[in-house]
């Protein structure tokens, strides 16, 4: 990681439920954080999408679940997309979508 220290690095971890997805990202950021490179955990339930949406399809459809509970749009644009992040915009930007306030 050394080789590439002035470039953003991102992990991303996926999975079916129950498979321990948290325990490794937490793990691999404590990795990358003791390597001195910033650390910022990011996960999708920051990305809900309001409840109107998420249970417009009915709140037990699976393609309701599937489809409209995450704010998928926001998730890579705050996360991914931003070339030059700025880490308190982004910790800011990624609460703000959550629906909760930070101050600024």
Not at 3 to 25: C, E, N, Q
Not at 42 to 71: C, E, K, M, T, W
Request: aromatic fraction near 6%; proline fraction near 8%; hydrophobic fraction near 40%.
């Amino acid at each position: 990681m050394s080789t590439f220290a002035d470039r953003v690095l991102r992990v991303a971890i996926d999975g079916p439920d129950a498979a321990s997805k948290i325990i490794l990202a937490d793990e691999t950021a404590g990795v990358v954080a003791s390597l001195g490179r910033p650390v910022i955990r990011a996960g999708v339930d920051g990305f809900h999408n309001p409840q109107v949406i998420r249970r417009r399809r009915g709140s037990h459809s699976p393609d309701g679940y599937f489809l409209d509970a995450f704010d998928y749009t926001a998730a890579r644009h705050l996360l991914i997309d931003n070339e030059h992040p700025d880490v308190p915009r982004v910790l800011r930007w990624a609460a703000d979508a959550a629906g909760r306030t930070c101050p600024p």
